[in-house]
């Protein structure tokens, strides 16, 4: 414990103020926070998966000169399985293998996407309102996997950008 003492002393009907003041619990609690700190600093987020929620047409706040038209790849994860397409094309649709979606038809078809354009790092991930969370982050890690780290995740809207005659929902 430390002290602290005024030179008072207590004499002459006067009351001392001296105290002591309780250090190790104030160090125990020094420690704590600096704990905390340390658990929460900027280096937990090594594993996180980078996702923009800009929908597809949407306008960003900046303006920016006009690009070259680029045709948006899209993947519909639907209730019934897979859509996968460039906008304004029909989609190349994967149902659904004894309940669960077809993993291996979906890395077959990125591969494929993937030889035609291998500058392509984006995609748009649309999952319909049914779908399991954890359906949807197995698709978003093999898309990740199959080199299109820059994808952003969409509502039904981007089923829009498939052919106009494909219902896309």
């Known amino acids: 414990m430390a002290g602290i003492s005024t030179g008072g002393g207590g004499h002459g009907g006067k009351k001392s103020v001296d105290s002591e003041i309780p250090l190790v619990p104030f160090i125990d609690l020094l420690l704590v926070c600096v704990m905390f700190l340390l ?16 929908a597809p047409g949407s306008e960003s706040l900046e303006e920016q000169p006009p ?43 990125l591969e494929t996407q993937k030889k035609a354009d291998p500058s392509r790092t984006d995609i748009i991930i649309s999952p319909d309102d049914e779908v399991s969370y954890n ?32 219902e896309g929902a």
């Open 39 to 54: 658990v929460t600093a900027v280096w937990n987020q090594l594993a996180r998966i980078d996702a923009n929620q800009n």
């Open 67 to 109: 690009e070259d038209p680029v045709l948006k790849l899209i993947l519909r994860v639907e209730a019934e399985g897979y859509a996968v397409g460039l906008e304004g094309n029909p989609p190349t649709r994967f149902a659904k293998k004894d309940a669960k979606y077809d993993i291996e038809a979906l890395r077959k078809e």
């Open 135 to 166: 359906d949807i982050i197995t698709t978003m890690d093999l898309v990740v996997g199959m080199g299109f780290p820059d994808l952003a995740l969409a509502d039904k809207q981007a089923a829009m950008y498939f052919d106009e005659g494909q």
